[in-house]
């Protein structure tokens, strides 16, 4: 079982649409969870961090189920640009070991 | 803010040659790493240093990969000699270090190096 898995997807949706991605990690010690953006050809760049009592940022929506291991991403009313790929992203204790998912494709169309 | 520096962009070496990269965290950041990318999958963590010492280096393949941060500044990346596999987009990042044992902070992401091995 990989350390962190996710659907590479790819997830085709219409411009308003709600999505959601599933992130799985193996490791019950995990304490920090983010959600990273990554353009085509671009570097990764953090999206959101993932709290206990789960969070907020306008239309994207983080969870984390410490009892299931998973942590989630809700995107509402989506737009064309939020087509990206959404890497999940769980460290170990300070930080110490980072373990990035494959990441999940997400193409919204007009 | 001057965000993370690598070079160079590109680089194309054929196999068995040497190739390295350079990495400028971003000021006052002390940790560093370094990730390897490869086409359709995530950052592959190869070495995390904390200052000038290094954090984790289990995922570096050391017969062939070898990286320094003398002054706990800049870091340097090599590979000698190259294979066919490690073609690849290398990423340095850098962060601060967590006040507290249970907390992780944002790591800031260089444009990458793509390298072609032939």
């Known amino acids: 079982r990989k350390e962190v898995e996710q659907d590479p997807g790819p997830f085709n949706v219409p411009e308003g649409a709600t999505v959601a991605f599933n992130c799985t990690y193996s490791?019950?010690?995990?304490?920090?969870f983010f959600w990273y953006r990554q353009d085509c050809r671009k570097e990764p760049k953090l999206l959101m961090s993932v709290y206990s009592s789960g969070n907020e940022d306008g239309r994207f929506t983080a969870q984390l189920n410490r009892a299931s291991q998973y942590i989630s991403l809700l995107i509402r009313d989506s737009k064309l640009s939020d087509s990206a790929t959404y890497l999940c992203v769980v460290n170990d204790t300070g930080g110490f070991k980072t373990i990035f998912g494959a990441g999940t494709r997400l193409f919204v169309k007009a | 803010e001057a965000g993370v520096a690598q070079s160079p962009r590109y680089k194309i070496i054929e196999k068995r040659q040497s190739v390295a990269f350079w990495c400028n965290p971003i000021?006052?950041?002390?940790?560093l790493y370094w990730y390897q990318q490869i086409l359709g999958q995530g950052p592959k963590l190869l070495i995390q240093f904390q200052n000038n010492g290094v954090v984790d280096d289990s995922q570096l393949p050391k017969d062939r990969f070898s990286a320094e941060r003398l002054k706990g500044v800049d870091s340097t990346l090599k590979i000698q000699p190259a294979k066919l596999e490690d073609s690849a987009v290398y990423l340095c990042a850098s962060s601060l270090v967590p006040s507290s044992p249970n907390l992780s902070y944002e790591q800031y992401f260089g444009p990458g190096t793509r390298l072609t091995v032939t």
């Open positions: 490791n019950s010690a995990s304490q920090s």
């Open positions: 000021s006052g950041h002390a940790t």
